[in-house]
Each structure stands twice: as structure tokens, then as C-alpha cells.
């Protein structure tokens, strides 16, 4: 097994100060020992060069040690771009221990004291950073040292690993899509309060807010993955920056101004909102339409001609403006998130459970296919979220829905499924959630390699961005959250954690990885990750198709579908902290050997 | 100056009265307008059947098979709809229904567009009996409900056609409205 980066303890320090190197995989505690979670995995015999892809990241962390209370400052030392993040260790509310996870940024060279005043642990010995290094696509192959430098009243200390930059150089597609989701924009209010307060009452119109909805866009792209923000409720309550305002009824129905969905969307729409980003401006790839059951016609028509002249005036208005914004790279999503247990409407569009719900798709599919022109050059694609009815809806609505957003456990069952639905070209994903920290380091791997094994198109995290009322000290693990808000630290926009860095490393080794097929058969290289990582093999991922989905899926109970998918989550259960790290090890001796 | 303060201060609070009568209004024309029998059949059987089922080894039991009649439904959310809209401000008329055998329970069975209600903590399929609720579906008498600072509710009965009544209307508002709460 090949490590990527170093793990050994390298000190010249004389009196008490030390730095210690880590792997991305392995994150320790203020007490300077590993966390539990990752404690699986033996830590030596680790190289002492970190190999990497142009166009791409490598990274690692490095502690700082003091004997005792005192304040230090810690250089880094590269011809390298390096971007160093302070950890921040939170308080979990539940275990009363300290994990690692939100990524502050800093300058150097950079100042501070141990303990930490601000993250308030008493008995703090060490303090972690984490490193990126951004290697872009125009860097010449070769070796290039890194060198971290600590300076404190106990003594200095240096610590150094060589970064060797292959030829190859990462696709700037990836192999698989990762979304991060989110709901509304309240919440953004919520975790920013400053910014809230001067901007006052006017704060949703500012452009500070939509600053911020842009910073969330930006830090998911910058790690290789996509935001979404849902922005109706379940009623068909639509948030004013989502949609465009209407006017008029019946036959009258109109768009009366864009002004605040032009300004949400439109640095969106034509990539302006990623200037000066590493990756460039680019258009999202994807984003929610405001359509529901109650916009743009309202529910009062639903079965008259009313419904349809104000669905058909308003999506037709829509196309136009898109297209003469040139906004047409963006997939706009006709999705149907209400459940009809929260009593706004009598047809479920997320996660249809009894069959009969299909119709709507149907009658929506045809008012959507009648308002927009067959060769207008907007993406609009129609999605539905899936689970009890996936099998029958990919026969039912093929054709009509192009975009699935699947229940992984359900998925498990039906590779048939996801192969036909792929074979018509439409976008497949699975939905999931963030690990939250108390998992091993890799766990948030999965996900992306999960996608690539079954051969399709990404993954969803439902909620990324919901750190709970209190992170720092009252955490309740990051089941919901992947960034967190940067207004603590001086910074108004998010943070990214720990688990964010490592999915994206995973991200671009899978893009890497895709890219080799050119020179090797797909089917081997899945077979080597899946070994790589847990010793599996591609159809373990997969799970035997149970009795149950021979009954009608009303009759499933949660415990039967659970009990069906038990097989994938026994072989994941035991993933190690370093599982990515051997896959990546894998794709770096192919870069070496294809180049 | 004193004078003009006072009357600044009787405009507001006959604005204030206007919220309120507008609702209260409307509540008194959807007791009229309201078909309870069509209301006593927009949850299916087999709904109700899981309504109050409990599993802890299945926590959305009874939500994974909440279920309801389309035409029922559509009829009467369409009337819902249409007492909505004779206030001239942004509200909601909700329609709640009792748990059957269950007097200390009640349930929201239709919500609106600008998913405004006083009472309903967000994604119950039901809940403890409002007292006032209570005694509207025992007396058949209108009320109104200022509990929450802001928030108006007007409470009223919904019968079938044999004169019993089987539901009530929330006719609900807010003086101040966040244009994104519940957009979720």
C-alpha cells in the first residue's frame, strides 16, 4: 500500500515546539492524538513525496505542538500555490469530545497562541492546519519542495515533503456530479447576522445577500461540485429571488419583472459569479425552476383552461428571457418537490408512492412540451425524485422525465434500472447525506465512487449547508452540513470543512481516473478501485433483487426496503479512514505509467 | 402635533380592526361555503387507517401512506382558495378536521399557498386538540385567535348535510409577512 503523504514526525525542534505532518485521511484531536474515528489505520511507514495531477490539488495537514501555553508563528514554504486552513475543533454536544472539521483560512505568515482563545479548550496541545496545494494545468512536471516552518518562545521547528507534479493533468468535467442541496434562503439571514443587521430590513434585496447565495455557488464549484437551492415550499409558497414576479390571471397572466431572479441568477446563468475563481467562469450546470403545482398557474384553475394559458404564458415568457440572455448551458430543472403528507396539494411529486400520482407528470410533461418551442436552444430537462415507485416510473414516464434523482438503497436493486434509463440518455443520481464527522475520514468517498461503479451520472446530499444552531461548541455532527459560516472568523461567506476537501480530492482522482478508460477497459478499473478501497468488487455494490419488489411498493414497510439493501451497507460499514488513499495511490501509478 | 399623533394612532387601530373583520369575514362565508360531506372524503380509509400507527423501527409510518381522494381534495381546496381571495391582503383558508375517536387530537387536512397558519407545527399529520378549535367543532360558534403576536386566525365551522360539524376553517393572516418562511 502506498501512503500519500507523509506521517511521520519530523522535529529539529530542541525544547518543546514540534510539527507533525499528517494525510488528508487522518484528522487529530486539540490533545494531538487521532480521533477515533480514524484511529484504524497504523501510521507509519509513510512516503516522504506527495504525488499529484496537474490541474488539481494535493493535501495534508500539519500540527503545531507546544509544551505549554504560548504564542508561535507557522510559515509554509513553496513555489507552489499553498492555501493553508486553521482547524477548528468542535464541540460535539452529544460525546462532549472535539473533532476537526470547519476549515478556516489564514494568512501567513501566520500568528497565533495555544491554546486557541477563540475555540476555548483548556488543555489544547496542538493545533492543526490543513494545506492545499493548487497545482494548475500549466505547471512543469517535476519535483518541488514544501517546507513548513515553526517559530515559538519554546523553539523552532521544520517540517518538509516534496510535492512531485505528474504530466497528466485532470479533466475539467468530472466523472461524476456532486450536489450539494439546500432549501430556500432564510436560513441565510439566520447564520449571518451581521451582514443581516446592516443591511437591515433591506437585506434580502441587497446585493450583499446575493453575494452570499453566489459565495455558496462558489465554494461548491471551487470544489468540484454543484449547489442547488430549492426556493418553494411544499405548499407552493415561492421565495421572491427564485422566481420571476407575475401579474395578472387567466388568459392575462404575465411576468410583470425579473429584476430580483435576474439578479440571483443571472451571474449564475452566464458563469460571471466564478470570475477570478482557479476554475474559471462557467455557467452552474444545473438549477431548480420555480415551477410547482402553484406557480406559475394558480391551483384555483388546476383541470381548466385557466391552468394551462398561465403555465404556458409564463414558461413561454421564461424560454424567450432565457434564451435571449443567452442563458442556455444551465439545465433548468421542472421538478415537483411536494409530498402530499404536508397537506398543500393531493398528489405526491416527490418520491411518488402510489402509482396513480403519475398522471401529473404526465399532464405536466404535455403543458411543458406545449409552452416551450421544440428547438429552443434552453436545457430544460424534467426530474423526479424516485424511491417505492423508481421501477415502474423509469417504464411509466420514459420520455417524459429525462432527470432521476434515485434512492440509493432502492437503486441497489435495480442495475437493469439505472442501465436502461442511461441507455435513453438521461441523468441518473442517487441521494444521500453527508457522513457526519464521527465516521472515518473516507466515508464521504463513497458517495462519488458509489456513482462510478454503477455507471452513472452523480450523487445528491439533501442538506449541506444546516450546521445547526451552535457548530462550535454544540455540534451536532455535520449530518447536514459541508460549509459552514465564515461571519465567526471575519468572513462573510462559507467555510469549507475537512469532509469537503477530501470528497473533492476523491472528485478529481475519479475525473483522472475516468480519463484512463481511453487506454483501459472501464470494467478493469473499477474492478482495481473497488479492490483498492475496501476489497470489494463492483457487483458487491450492487444488491440482489428482493421479494419485495414483486408486491406493490405500498405494501413495502421501511424495515423490509432496510433489510433489502443490508448486504451494500454491512460491506460499507467497515470502511477505513484510509480507503480513498489507496485508490488514489492507484490512480497516481497509472498517471505514471500512462503518461 | 399631539392631535395628529392621536389620529395616526385611531387610523392604525382601525386598520388594525379591518385585518381583523376582513377575516373574520370571510371565516362566517366559508361556514356557508364549505361542502363537509365532500371534506369527509378527501383522506382515504387506508390513510386514516395509519393516521396514529406508531413503529420505532419505522418512523414515517403513518406519513409513507397518508394518502387522499384527488377530486375531494381539489374541490375543496379550490374553494379554499377562492375565500383566500376575498381579503385584499396576502392569507389563507386551511381546512382542519378532527381525529376521529380521538377528541384530544386534530389535523390539518389542506393548507394554501401562503402555507400561513397559527397553529400548525410544520409537518404534523396531527396534533394536540386547540382548545379553541375545540369549542368551535363542539359549539358550532366562531372565534378568533390572536395567540401569536402578529397573527390573526378566524375560526369557523364547517358542517355536513345532516347538520353535524365535521371540520373548521382557519381563515389565517399575518400583519407583517416573511415572504420566505416555509419555503422549505
Redesign the interface.
Known amino acids: 500500500m502506498q501512503i500519500r503523504f507523509l506521517l511521520f514526525y519530523v522535529s529539529l525542534c530542541v525544547q518543546g515546539a514540534e510539527l507533525r505532518l499528517w494525510p488528508e485521511y487522518l484528522r487529530a484531536g486539540p490533545d494531538g492524538d487521532v480521533v477515533a474515528a480514524d484511529r484504524v489505520t497504523a501510521a507509519d511507514s509513510a512516503p516522504k513525496t506527495v504525488r499529484v495531477a496537474r490541474a488539481g490539488y494535493a493535501s495534508l495537514q500539519v500540527a503545531v505542538g507546544l509544551r505549554s501555553p504560548g504564542e508561535y508563528t507557522f510559515r509554509v514554504h513553496s513555489p507552489l500555490q499553498a492555501d493553508v486552513f486553521r482547524e477548528w475543533y468542535h464541540r460535539l454536544e452529544k460525546d462532549q469530545v472535539w473533532y476537526p472539521d470547519a476549515l478556516v483560512p489564514v494568512k501567513l505568515p501566520h500568528t497565533a497562541r495555544l491554546p486557541d482563545p477563540d475555540n476555548r479548550i483548556g488543555n489544547q496541545r496542538v493545533q492543526a492546519y490543513w494545506v492545499d496545494i493548487w497545482v494548475p494545468a500549466g505547471t512543469q512536471p517535476g519535483e518541488y519542495p514544501l517546507t513548513f516552518a515553526l517559530e515559538s518562545a519554546e523553539g523552532n521547528a521544520e517540517a518538509a515533503v516534496k510535492v512531485r507534479v505528474l504530466p497528466s493533468v485532470i479533466p475539467d468535467q468530472d466523472a461524476v456530479v456532486i450536489d450539494h442541496n439546500s432549501y430556500g434562503s432564510s436560513w441565510i439571514g439566520d447564520i449571518y447576522p451581521g451582514e443581516h443587521a446592516r443591511n437591515g430590513t433591506d437585506f434580502y434585496r441587497s446585493d450583499a445577500f446575493f453575494r452570499l447565495i453566489h459565495a455558496y455557488h462558489r465554494i461548491f464549484y471551487e470544489h468540484r461540485g454543484v449547489f442547488h437551492q430549492l426556493g418553494y415550499g411544499h405548499a407552493g409558497k415561492v421565495g421572491p429571488e427564485f422566481a420571476p414576479a407575475l401579474a395578472g390571471t387567466g388568459r392575462n397572466k404575465h411576468i410583470a419583472s425579473w429584476d430580483l431572479y435576474d439578479r440571483h441568477y443571472g451571474p449564475l446563468f452566464d458563469g460571471s459569479a466564478f470570475r477570478g475563481s482557479r476554475r474559471g467562469e462557467r455557467p452552474i450546470p444545473f438549477a431548480y425552476l420555480p415551477i410547482n403545482p402553484e406557480w406559475p398557474a394558480s391551483y384555483l384553475w388546476w383541470g381548466e383552461p385557466g391552468y394551462e394559458a398561465e403555465f404556458g404564458n409564463v414558461v413561454s415568457e421564461m424560454e424567450r428571457h432565457f434564451r435571449e440572455k443567452g442563458w442556455t448551458h444551465t439545465r433548468l430543472e421542472l421538478f415537483f418537490n411536494h409530498k402530499k403528507r404536508y397537506m398543500g396539494f393531493p398528489w405526491d411529486g416527490d418520491e411518488v408512492r402510489f402509482l396513480k400520482d403519475d398522471r401529473y407528470f404526465k399532464e405536466y410533461g404535455g403543458m411543458f412540451g406545449n409552452a416551450v418551442p421544440k428547438d429552443s436552444p434552453v436545457r430544460f430537462v424534467f426530474r423526479a425524485d424516485t424511491s417505492w415507485t423508481m421501477e415502474q416510473q423509469s417504464k411509466e414516464l420514459a420520455g417524459i422525465v429525462n432527470m432521476w434523482i434515485c434512492s440509493d438503497g432502492i437503486l441497489s436493486w435495480y442495475p437493469g434500472v439505472a442501465r436502461e434509463m442511461k441507455r435513453r440518455g438521461d441523468i441518473v443520481w442517487f441521494y444521500s447525506g453527508p457522513p457526519p464527522v464521527t465516521q472515518a475520514a473516507a466515508k464521504v468517498t463513497e458517495f462519488p465512487l458509489q456513482a462510478w461503479l454503477w455507471g452513472i451520472d452523480g450523487y445528491v446530499h439533501w442538506l449541506t449547508v444546516s450546521a445547526g444552531a451552535d457548530p462550535w461548541f454544540r455540534f451536532d455532527g455535520g449530518g447536514t452540513a459541508l460549509v459552514y459560516s465564515g461571519e465567526r472568523f471575519g468572513i462573510e461567506g462559507p467555510i469549507p470543512s475537512i469532509r469537503l476537501k477530501v470528497q473533492r480530492n476523491a472528485v478529481q482522482d475519479l475525473a483522472l481516473l475516468d480519463s484512463f478508460q481511453t487506454r483501459r477497459p472501464v470494467a478493469e478499473l473499477r474492478a482495481e478501485a473497488a479492490r483498492r478501497f475496501n476489497g470489494s468488487k463492483p457487483e458487491d455494490w450492487w444488491n440482489p433483487r428482493p421479494a419485495i419488489a414483486d408486491r406493490p411498493p405500498i405494501e413495502w414497510t421501511n424495515e423490509e426496503m432496510d433489510a433489502a439493501s443490508a448486504g451494500t451497507r454491512k460491506m460499507l460499514r467497515g470502511t477505513r479512514p484510509d480507503a480513498w488513499e489507496n485508490v488514489h495511490a492507484f490512480v497516481m501509478q497509472l498517471a505514471e505509467e500512462l503518461q | 402635533m399631539k392631535y395628529a399623533l392621536l389620529l395616526a394612532l385611531a387610523a392604525a387601530l382601525a386598520a388594525e380592526d379591518r385585518f381583523t373583520r376582513e377575516l373574520e369575514e370571510t371565516a362566517r362565508v366559508a361556514s356557508v361555503m364549505v361542502d363537509g360531506d365532500v371534506c369527509r372524503r378527501i383522506v382515504t380509509a387506508r390513510a386514516m387507517d395509519y393516521l396514529l400507527r406508531t413503529?420505532p423501527?419505522?418512523r414515517?409510518?403513518a406519513?409513507?401512506?397518508?394518502?387522499?381522494?384527488?377530486e375531494a381534495?381539489?374541490s375543496v381546496?379550490?374553494t379554499l382558495?377562492?375565500l383566500s381571495r376575498l381579503v385584499p391582503f396576502p392569507a389563507d383558508a386551511n381546512l382542519w378536521m378532527p381525529v376521529p375517536g380521538h377528541p384530544d387530537k386534530v389535523r390539518?387536512?389542506?393548507?394554501?399557498?401562503?402555507?400561513l397558519s397559527q397553529f400548525w407545527p410544520w409537518?404534523a399529520?396531527y396534533q394536540d386538540m386547540i382548545p379553541e378549535m375545540k369549542t368551535v367543532l363542539e359549539t358550532g360558534r366562531r372565534l378568533t385567535v390572536t395567540r401569536k403576536p402578529g397573527w390573526v386566525s378566524a375560526l369557523a365551522p364547517v358542517r355536513d348535510s345532516l347538520g353535524d360539524i365535521v371540520a373548521l376553517v382557519e381563515v389565517a393572516s399575518q400583519r407583517s409577512l416573511?415572504?420566505?418562511?416555509?419555503?422549505?
Open positions: 413503529d423501527k419505522d414515517f409510518l406519513g409513507d401512506n397518508y394518502d387522499v381522494n384527488a381534495f381539489h381546496k379550490k382558495i377562492r390539518i387536512v389542506i393548507r394554501n399557498a401562503n402555507e409537518g399529520l416573511n415572504p420566505r418562511e416555509n419555503v422549505k
